[in-house]
């Protein structure tokens, strides 16, 4: 019998396949096994895309690797100057993001691939030179790496948090995990914040879309 929660996961789940086959995921899943990080959905890499389209970018930041998904979604939007920041603690995951953005034809000059610390990285790159900021990190990090990618936004950039329903948990409210609170703080502070405009979709495990004015 069909049900209200039936049909809303139904259209999320026709949703999640409109990309169709996709060779590009198909390697980052493989890859990702190698690497042991669970890789972004088809509908969030399809959404990074997009997104990346819409805004027109050319400097991006990608901040938490994995096998290197987001960054091709994202690279495949941008501008064809488009130049990828990305940063990553594990140096497995820097290594397999490079590997897949070289076969689907990213040039390495048009990548800076950091294997490092992103709070100690972060302070670092230059203020309002970004385009285009994406963030797939712990709940407990990701109110940090908000603060900062606003930092590095001009006017008009764009910021992308994954995993902003934290595994769909953030919805229930008798959840209290410390990453669950983490990311409904990031939701508020967003949300209350007069200098952006935000959004939070369903797409894949929720993505929080920022826009800086």
């Not at 990702?32 to 969030?44: L, M």
């Not at 897949?100 to 030179?129: D, F, N």
């Not at 930092?151 to 990453?179: F, Y």
């Not at 983490?182 to 939070?200: G, K």
């Amino acid at each position: 019998m069909s049900t209200p929660e039936k049909n809303k996961y139904a259209s999320w789940a026709y949703a999640e396949e409109h990309s169709g086959q996709d060779s590009l995921l198909e390697q980052a899943r493989h890859r990702s096994a190698d690497v042991g990080t669970e890789p972004i959905s088809d509908g969030t890499a399809a959404a990074l895309t997009t997104f990346a389209a819409a805004c027109g970018a050319r400097n991006i930041v990608g901040i938490g690797l994995g096998a290197g998904l987001a960054g091709a979604a994202l690279m495949r939007g941008a501008t064809s100057d488009a130049v990828l920041t990305g940063i990553d603690a594990d140096v497995d995951s820097v290594g397999a993001t490079r590997q897949l953005l070289r076969s689907i034809g990213v040039q390495s000059s048009r990548t800076r691939l950091i294997s490092g610390k992103a709070a100690e990285v972060l302070p670092r790159l230059t203020p309002r030179g970004y385009d285009l900021v994406f963030i797939d990190a712990a709940g407990e990090s990701a109110a940090d790496y908000v603060q900062h990618g606003l930092r590095l936004l001009h006017s008009g950039g764009t910021l992308i948090l994954n995993d902003a329903l934290d595994a769909d948990r953030v919805p229930k409210p008798a959840v209290r995990e410390t990453s669950t609170q983490a990311m409904r703080r990031v939701e508020a502070m967003l949300r209350e914040d007069d200098n952006v405009v935000s959004a939070l979709f369903s797409t894949g495990t929720g993505l929080l879309v920022a826009v800086k004015r």
